[in-house]
C-alpha cells in the first residue's frame, strides 16, 4: 500500500509549514485521507442529500486536521490554518477584506518567473477566451501607467467613511468592528452599488503591499493588472509593474496575487460541491480509453482549478485540496501521485486558463491501482 508524500513545498523550504516534522505532516494527512476514502464510499450507496453533506464534512475535517497539525508544529500564523476566509476575523489585506499571496518568495519563486514570462507574452499578444470541459475562461489584462492611477484615485487610499457610505453601513460608528458576515455583505453591496470605489480599494491594497515589500519600485512605473474568469465568476487579480524603460514585466518584478472576493466562497463551495459530486459519481465505463483515467482526471482538474481560485480558508487550502483529490482518487481504487516538481494549487493560480491548468494537472497526475495489503 503506498503512502502519501507531499514534496513540493518541503522540499524548497522544510521549515516553512513542518519545522523539520514532515514525516509526522505526512503520516497524519495519510490518516485523514484513508479517512476521506472510507467515508466517500461508506455515503456513496446513500441518498444524494447525503452525499451534497459530504463534500462539506470532509473539507471541514480536512481543515481542522491542517489546523491541528500545523498547531502541533509551531507553524508560524498556524492559528489561521483551516480556518474560513469568510468566517475569521484575521490580519489581511486592507483589515481582510483582500487577501493576497505574494509569489516573490519560495516555494513560489519558480511560479513566479514563469508566470512573468506568460504575462510578457500577454502584453505582446492578448489571450482570447478559449472553452474547456464545457467552461468559458477569459484572462485579461491591463497596464496602467502612474497618470492614469492617479486619474483614478487608485494610487490614493478611501477614506472609510467612503467604504462604509459605499457599503451601506455608515450608520455604524468608527469605533465599532464589523461583524465578519456583515464585512461580506458589505463587500458585495459596495461592489454592485459603487464598483468604481471598491475597485479603488482592492488596487491600492494591493499596490500598497506591493510598494511595502519593495520599496525601490520607481513612482513613474506602471502597472500590469490582470484578472481570470471562469463563466460568470472572476476569479483571481494579479498584480506586478512596469519600469519606465521597460516594455514587458522581467524576471526582477514580482506579483502579488488577490484571491477571490469574500462573499463568493460560499457560491464557489455550492458550485464546488457539485463537481465533487461528478467525480464521485464517475463511471469506468466512460472513460474513451479503458485504463486512461482521462475523464476522471478531468473532472478532478476542474474541482481542483476552482477550489484554487476560492482559496476558502486562510491558510492551508492547498494541503486540504490535496487531501480531497487524494481521497477521491482512493474512492475509486487509484493512488494519486503529483509530480514532485510542481504543485497542483500553484499550478491553478499561475494557468491563463482552465484548459492551460488541465493539460498540466492530467500530465503530473500519475495514478495507479491500489494495492491494498
Not at 70 to 76: N, P, V
Not at 248 to 259: F, G, N
Not at 272 to 280: A, T
Request: hydrophobic share 35%; aromatic share 10%.
Amino acid at each position: 500500500m503506498a503512502a502519501y508524500t507531499s514534496c513540493y513545498s518541503f522540499e524548497r523550504d522544510p521549515r516553512k509549514y513542518a519545522i523539520d516534522r514532515q514525516g509526522d505532516y505526512e503520516r497524519r494527512a495519510e490518516e485523514g485521507i484513508a479517512r476521506g476514502d472510507a467515508s466517500i464510499r461508506e455515503v456513496r450507496t446513500r441518498a444524494p442529500g447525503d452525499l451534497t453533506l459530504l463534500f462539506y464534512e470532509l473539507i471541514s475535517k480536512f481543515a481542522s486536521l491542517r489546523s491541528a497539525i500545523a498547531l502541533s508544529h509551531g507553524t508560524t500564523d498556524g492559528a489561521y490554518f483551516g480556518q474560513r476566509r469568510d468566517e475569521a476575523r484575521f490580519l489581511g489585506t486592507c483589515g481582510g477584506h483582500h487577501v493576497h499571496t505574494p509569489l516573490d518568495g519560495e516555494p513560489y519563486l519558480t511560479y513566479q518567473n514563469g508566470f512573468l514570462e506568460k504575462l510578457s507574452s500577454l502584453l505582446q499578444k492578448p489571450l482570447p477566451p478559449t472553452t474547456t470541459l464545457g467552461r468559458r475562461s477569459i484572462f485579461e489584462i491591463t497596464v496602467f501607467n502612474h497618470r492614469a492611477l492617479a486619474e483614478r484615485k487608485w494610487d490614493t487610499p478611501p477614506f472609510i467613511e467612503e467604504i462604509r457610505r459605499g457599503c451601506g453601513v455608515s450608520e455604524v460608528p468608527l469605533t465599532e468592528v464589523i461583524p465578519i458576515g456583515k464585512t461580506k455583505d458589505c463587500l458585495s453591496h459596495l461592489k454592485e452599488h459603487d464598483p468604481e470605489l471598491y475597485l479603488r480599494e482592492k488596487v491600492f491594497c494591493a499596490l500598497d503591499e506591493m510598494k511595502k515589500r519593495h520599496p525601490t519600485i520607481p513612482d513613474e512605473a506602471s502597472w500590469v493588472i490582470a484578472t481570470s474568469h471562469l463563466d460568470e465568476w472572476e476569479l483571481s487579480t494579479y498584480f506586478t509593474w512596469l519600469s519606465p524603460s521597460e516594455r514587458q514585466p522581467l524576471t526582477r518584478s514580482a506579483v502579488i496575487v488577490v484571491h477571490q472576493d469574500l462573499f463568493l466562497i460560499e457560491p464557489m463551495l455550492r458550485e464546488i460541491n457539485e463537481l465533487f459530486l461528478r467525480c464521485i459519481g464517475w463511471d469506468p465505463s466512460a472513460e474513451p480509453i479503458p485504463g486512461e483515467f482521462t475523464e476522471l482526471k478531468n473532472r478532478v482538474s476542474l474541482l481542483s482549478y476552482t477550489f484554487s481560485h476560492t482559496m476558502p480558508f486562510v491558510r492551508g487550502s492547498a494541503a486540504i485540496q490535496e487531501w480531497l483529490r487524494a481521497a477521491i482518487f482512493r474512492s475509486h481504487g487509484l493512488e494519486m501521485t503529483y509530480n514532485r516538481d510542481a504543485s497542483a494549487d500553484l499550478d491553478a493560480l499561475t494557468a491563463l486558463s482552465l484548459g492551460d491548468f488541465v493539460t498540466v494537472h492530467n500530465r503530473n497526475t500519475t495514478l495507479a491501482r491500489r494495492v491494498v495489503a
